[in-house]
């Protein structure tokens, strides 16, 4: 028990230290955490194996990062920006999932609809459909862009990306698994979202009754967090359904009360110390790169280059199509392509599932390293040559 106290020291003190150093030289926290698991993992010094016990923190540091995801959804915000958002962010899943696929294909083959290679195929392009909010919201902050409308309608986008490709994860995994076929597996999602929505809007109303009967209480906390697990368990239990969807519609419903700045506060806080870390980490430390192959890293090049194109051709042309100029739809497409937690996420649902291997974590963790640097560069670029949407219009008035 003691070894394996000192290992989660050691992935703690380890991430930490990395991630301030990523925090440093301007990247994701999330980069260095990454790194770190690969350094004190079998890939370098071997000081830390990802045992059980690791993966227990690990994963419930997975479903909290996907509640306060859900708590800081606006849904305000993704009324306004509603139909266009959706648009984008359909075509955001649409052509990574369909480039991931023929990706694999061209690459490894395969024997046909509903075999291993199949869902290999598709599972891989199911990790290139994610959007990193958190790194999208970040890179607008920074560039006095996160209240326009063109920021506004990324950041909706981004969000509604990773709700679909939730439910594409949860579609993919339930049918490659065996646990029912396609029709059935959207059939139980459908079920789940409807029950969640019914049984959604009465936890909505009683959480906001307590909260303001109880206001900036830790008790609101607590059952928050009891809410955020319960329906995760609920969702993986009675629908098959992944448990971090669970969580983050936990997040959804409790986004609107009073008090959700404040339990998504609280949250963070053993998220961003503890369970986060541990969680990134252990990403480094199921990585296993030292057997790499020519192959792989082909592969891991040709991955990376689909994903980010897919995700500025996808949201660029339907940006395009909703009557943003180019530049604009440019900037869309970039600032949907960063990746971040959910395609981590996502990624070790495929190794639980055994769609994916261990190696397959590099093309995946080179996208996020890429991804996160181009990011913050082309998007700055791109402001600084043209002006937000809306000033356009007001010039063109005056």
Known sequence: MYEKLLG????????????????????????????????IGPCLLNWVQNDEYVQIFAEVGAILLMFSAGLETNLKTLVKTGPVALLIACMGVFVPLVGGTLLTIAFYGWDGVGTTKFFHAVFIGTIMTATSVGI????????????????????????????????????????????????????????????????????????????????????????????????????????????????YLAGVILCNVNDSKYI?????????????????????????????????????????????????????????????????????????????????????KGLDAGLITSEEFTPVILLIIVSSVLTPILLKVLFTKVKDHNEEIAESVH
């Open 136 to 247: 999208t919201v970040q890179t607008l902050k920074e560039l006095g862009k996160i209240s326009t409308e063109l920021g506004t309608t990324v950041v909706s986008a981004a969000i509604i990306d990773d709700v679909i490709g939730i439910v594409v994860l949860t579609v993919v995994l339930g049918t490659a698994t065996g646990e029912g076929s396609i029709g059935m597996t959207l059939l139980k999602t459908i079920l789940f979202f409807l029950i969640f929505g019914v049984a959604g809007f009465g936890l909505y109303k009683f959480f906001k009754w307590f909260d303001k009967r109880y206001p900036h209480r830790r008790r609101v906390v607590i059952f928050g967090i009891s809410i955020c697990f319960a329906l995760s368990y609920v969702a993986e239990r009675f629908f098959g359904i992944a448990d971090i969807t669970g969580a």
């Open 264 to 348: 998504d506060r609280r949250v963070n806080i053993s998220s961003y110390l503890f369970f986060g870390p541990i969680f990134f980490a252990s990403i480094g430390l199921k990585t296993n790169i030292t057997g790499i192959t020519l192959p792989l890293l082909i592969f891991s090049i040709a991955f990376v280059a689909v994903a980010l194109i897919a995700k500025i051709v996808g949201c660029g042309l339907a940006a395009k199509i909703t009557k943003h100029s180019l530049h604009a739809s440019l900037i869309c497409g970039v600032g949907m392509m960063t990746r971040g937690e959910v395609a981590l996420i996502v990624s070790q």
């Open 8 to 39: 989660l020291a050691i992935v703690i003190a380890v991430a930490e230290v990395f991630g301030l150093l990523a925090k440093k030289i301007r990247l994701p926290q999330v980069v260095g955490q990454i790194i770190a698991g690969l350094l």
